[in-house]
């Protein structure tokens, strides 16, 4: 079985949205990651931190989704990484109300000695010293690396994000970072741009929009899904990764076609991840929706133009 | 040959955009659908109105894509109808800047004798009571009957609206708008109301990010071509709703399916038309060109996801 390395935050969130409202809930890029790729048939690590406020059910639960934890450190006497933001109505944007970093400012990533020689490597969105770190940790170069950042690293680090960019095949980053990273406002430039800083395939997100996988001259694109209803943002472009990054350990094959067979799994993941607040659909997902919502994609997206080539 | 009617203003644009900026040009919304369609293989005609100083070189334009002009009235002494817009830089959003309404105040077309059995009817943006009075003279019931419309209409005209929205079979308006005349901001959710409104087939376009079709429980979503650079985004709906009921006039099959063939179709011809201000590109548009965008459009979308039935 293939092998995939996650790191990322394993977290706490307190979440608003038009809808409703939840105290201290299991969250983190690392968890929704680890949940996503939980459907594919590969042997997953998760490298993250918490305090011993992190409740034991949480790690059991991700255990019983044959994810190892070893790789999350347990910090005697810490407190577990914690954000709560706010959702505006149309669930587009939202407002930070706090962050609170605590064991997370001094994680120092440790890869388990059983995923050194991880196949695919999925660097959730952390500063990039630690991402850069996980990478030195390898014993055997991966087959794939895939990289999720946001405009908080471009803004204060931003040459340590060039640096791990240059060792990473795949960069998964929304339409306003990628012009930001860029400084382009059309995402074929954009990812043009980006493309000369590392990394051989771009995939920008547009959340409702949909998302672009470039790759050289190839574009490849997949909608999200319309739903009746939204309910909370929150781990979608995580779970998003997660597919992708899971799909792609399952089979293999890292070609342009195979990638974007991994975009439709992220995306269809991800339509799920929305639906309920915070992990609670993720947990709860069996194999039938996902492949009755795989249907609902081709369905969606596929049609049969005759064209002679 | 099938037939196409066509109602739309024909008319004189001024057009602003980060790019550039033009004097009068030939423009409007029946002006563009008419370009478009033209790349079928239909017999279609243009109901509009002009003034006398609408140049006779425009309306041999027309006449030189095989679209029947005669159901263009030309009003002695009349002025023709003029808009003037400026797009913002992100050319999502626009100002208009002078609207001279002129002969259209006062436009009561007139269906030509041999279009009155038309096959396929596209009602472009114009006063509900116009798209109407087109209807009411047709001698036999069309096999599809595509109505585009806008927010103004919504704004000054809705229970004219709701009376033609009950005799067509397809709407086509963008997101703002469905939102605006459903009541609802989920897209699913507006089209089921604007279902319920009339029409059978709910198309909602979303600018740069493609358009949905809806029809019961199906849906189909084409995304807009990712370009480097979008020149100027005048007429790209029409041009879709150019191609679309185009399309459908000259393959006669109003399946689901096929309608998403027309869906790809329009989208197809759409990104053409902002590559160049007003009407220039789609004036200028081989078949070749719209044949290997068409491909393109192919590698944008398809994938090969084998699921079992």
Redesign the interface.
């Known amino acids: 079985m293939n092998k995939l390395l996650i790191v990322g935050t394993v977290a706490f969130d307190a979440i608003e949205t038009p809808f409703g409202k939840t105290d201290k809930i299991l969250g983190g890029a690392g968890t929704y990651i680890g949940l996503s790729a939980s459907h594919f048939n590969v042997a997953s690590a998760i490298v993250s931190v918490v305090g011993d406020d992190f409740p034991q059910e949480y790690l059991d639960l991700l255990t019983s989704k044959n994810i190892d934890t070893t790789g999350i450190e347990v910090v005697p006497g810490g407190k577990t990484f914690f954000w709560s933001g706010k959702y505006h109505?149309?669930l587009n944007s939202r407002d930070t109300l706090d962050t609170q970093l605590n064991v997370l400012a001094d994680f120092n990533p440790i890869v388990p000695e059983n995923f050194k020689d991880a196949d695919v490597v999925m660097l959730g969105n952390l500063h990039p010293n630690i991402q850069i770190g996980v990478l030195d940790q390898m014993t055997r170069k991966p087959k794939l690396v895939v990289l999720d950042t946001m405009n908080f690293w471009m803004d204060c680090a931003l040459s340590e994000l060039k640096e791990v960019m240059k060792r990473i095949d795949v960069i998964t980053i929304n339409d306003e970072e990628a012009r930001q990273l860029s400084g382009e406002?059309?995402?074929?430039?954009a990812a043009e741009v980006i493309h000369q800083m590392g990394p051989k395939y771009v995939v920008i997100k547009?959340g409702e929009?949909?998302a672009?996988l470039f790759n050289d001259d190839?574009?490849?694109?997949a909608?999200a899904l319309?739903?009746?209803?939204?309910f909370d943002p929150t781990g979608a472009g995580d779970t998003f990764a997660g597919g992708f990054s899971g799909y792609l350990a399952q089979s293999e094959n890292i070609s342009f076609?195979n990638m974007?067979?991994a975009?439709?799994?992220g995306s269809n993941l991800a339509s799920f991840c929305v639906e309920k607040f915070g992990t609670e659909r993720m947990v709860n997902l069996s194999e039938q929706e996902v492949?009755a919502r795989?249907?609902q994609f081709?369905?969606?997206?596929?049609?049969?133009?005759e064209?002679?080539d």
């Open positions: 109505n149309d406002y059309s995402l074929v430039k547009k929009h949909g672009l190839h574009v490849f694109f909608p319309p739903l009746k209803e939204v076609s974007k067979n975009i439709i799994y492949d795989l249907q081709k369905m969606l997206t596929q049609f049969d133009i064209l002679a």
